[in-house]
Nanobody, 113 residues
């Protein structure tokens, strides 16, 4: 099992970023994908999860409507898009296969003007 994420991103405040997470080695639609981030100097922050089979998603309330989880079942790829970026969104973002301890390698997102 492997989850491969997209490369690091640098964004200006107010813009958006979309991170991909491509799954290998298991039935992609059989397991929820979770998204977690780690802000420098802080612990892990769970952002939510989505069901690749039907696209249903649960989002952490703190993100409001700034985050969107999508997926492409034809390529076994999950996506997390974060809108209206702020400097305090600078973090390493991870996807994970829920409940199985399989994590992507992380994607550094830096928000700076």
């Amino acid at each position: 099992v492997q989850l491969v994420q997209s490369e690091a991103e640098l964004r200006n405040p107010g813009t958006s970023v979309k991170i991909s997470c491509k799954a290998f080695g298991y039935n992609f639609i059989g397991y929820y994908i979770e998204w977690v981030r780690q802000i420098p100097g802080q612990g892990l922050e769970w952002m939510g999860r989505h069901d690749p089979e039907d696209g249903a998603a649960d989002y952490v309330r703190e993100f409001g409507d700034r985050v969107l989880f999508t997926r492409d079942t034809s390529t076994s790829t999950a996506y997390m898009e974060l809108f209206n970026l702020r400097t305090d969104d600078t973090a390493v973002y991870y996807c994970a296969r829920a409940g199985w301890g399989d994590w992507g390698q992380g994607t550094q997102v830096t928000v700076s003007s």
